[in-house]
């Protein structure tokens, strides 16, 4: 099955807004090689990876100021991608090499009782889940045999394929929130834009001025979606869309910034890269 509907752009003036932020690192060994945090819920949980001295990534979950490590069990690579209201993970697993894209990666599920279920897309090369909301509808995106990639929404075990239209390098469907708005990404013949499908089933795509690339990688109930896009001259910068106009967010000594979740709160984390190369984490309000 395909989720279907109509298609439309929209562009968004911008605002540079000043947003206080702090950085933090997952400690450790986990820790050696930088800390990439992907979601916050409305709790304040923050999950995401963080790689060790070998490049080998290992999920976190950071809650009341103390993180506990997310690995799945007989994998060498855990990466969190989501975390609802209740706690539940969402991400994706593999035993491939560092640094080697060709080989076979899983989605999972860490449930509430703390239980790892392996998610697979049926007949797919690669499965990976990117957000869940507090109905546990889930979306993420799989490749096929030729790792053409498309976006999903996964609903009491039945898989829905989502393909933005005219979209021809591929689908990729990041967020979720409770009203059934999804967010991600698409490639078409000028680049990759973010887009948002609407609960009526409209596409729209998230056009941010100046920019060659965009990406929108989470959505809250209030419908604010936080992402990242490239600029003209080839810098990246994370940005929050809200009651119609975007707010560009970069960390502080950052040379590039990637905005990852947003909680209810417009609380957003995300990572950042600073001018030494070091992956940093970052998390900042309004």
Known sequence: MKLKGIFATLSFPLAVFALNSSTFEVPGP???????????????????LSF??????HGFLLRKGVF???????????????????????????????????KPTSGFILQ?????VKIDYPGATITGLFGINDSDQVVGNYQDGKYASHGFLLENGKFTTIEVPGAVGGTVATGINESGQIVGFYVSATGTHGFLRTTSGVFQTLEIPGAIDSFARAINDHGDIVGQFKDSAG??????????????????GAVATFGRG?????????????????LRAFITTK
């Open 30 to 48: 986990n820790g050696a090689n930088g800390t990439a945090p992907q979601a916050i819920n409305s709790r304040g949980d923050i999950t995401g």
């Open 52 to 57: 060790d001295g070998g490049g080998v990534s």
């Open 68 to 102: 506990s490590t997310l690995d799945y069990p007989g994998f060498l690579h855990t990466t969190p991608r989501g975390i609802n209201n209740q706690g539940e993970v969402v991400g994706q697993i593999d035993n491939r090499p560092v640094n080697d894209n060709t």
């Open 112 to 116: 509430e009782d703390g239980k790892f």
């Open 235 to 252: 810098l990246t910068h994370a940005f929050v869309l809200a009651s119609g106009s975007i707010t560009i967010v970069d960390a502080p």
């Open 262 to 278: 947003i909680n209810d709160r417009d609380v957003v984390v995300g990572n950042c890269t600073d001018g030494s190369g070091n």
